[in-house]
């Protein structure tokens, strides 16, 4: 009797015979429903992305256009200083030559942007990197791969203060 259901047929009269009609394929699951994007940041604050590589940067900026922050870029570390009068700072820390706590440090030991929010961008998510990187100075520390609710949460709650 096992065997025959095994094959998918039903045990009559003592034989496995076919059954008469097949059952009925079992519905699909709905997908989820895609999570709602972050509501828009007030005042359209201009955010510095210091950021090297290309496919990161897409996606931070992708991410500030969806929550309407204006947004201005630096591939390294002379750019970055040379930038970094804006609203906020997000800092990828692995940069060719400069890296981003370097340029943190830099940023913290000048007048005119010591008080600017430093948001650390990074992959590194090992025990103690977020201590090193809040030692060099900057104010948060988001890892990579970044979620858009996450960021926005982090750029509200730094730009609340600043203001």
Do not use: F, Y
Request: aromatic share 0%.
């Amino acid at each position: 009797r096992r065997l025959c259901e095994l094959i998918g047929c039903v045990l009559t009269d003592g034989k496995c015979r076919p059954r008469t009609a097949l059952p009925e394929p079992a519905a699909p699951a709905p997908e989820p429903a895609p999570p709602a994007p972050p509501a828009p940041i007030e005042g359209r604050p201009l955010i510095l992305v210091v950021e090297d590589d290309p496919d990161n940067l897409a996606t931070v900026v992708a991410i500030l256009d969806d929550i309407g922050c204006r947004h201005v870029s630096a591939r390294n570390g002379e750019q970055a200083l040379a930038a970094a009068r804006l609203d906020l700072v997000l800092m990828d820390i692995h940069l060719p030559g400069m890296d981003g706590l370097e340029i943190t440090r830099r940023l913290r030991a000048e007048p005119e942007t010591r008080a600017v929010p430093v948001i650390a961008l990074t992959a590194r998510a090992l025990k103690g990197d977020r201590e090193v990187i809040l030692a060099a100075g900057c104010d948060e520390c988001l890892t990579k791969p970044l979620s858009p609710a996450a960021l926005a949460g982090t750029l509200r709650a730094w730009l609340r203060k600043r203001r």
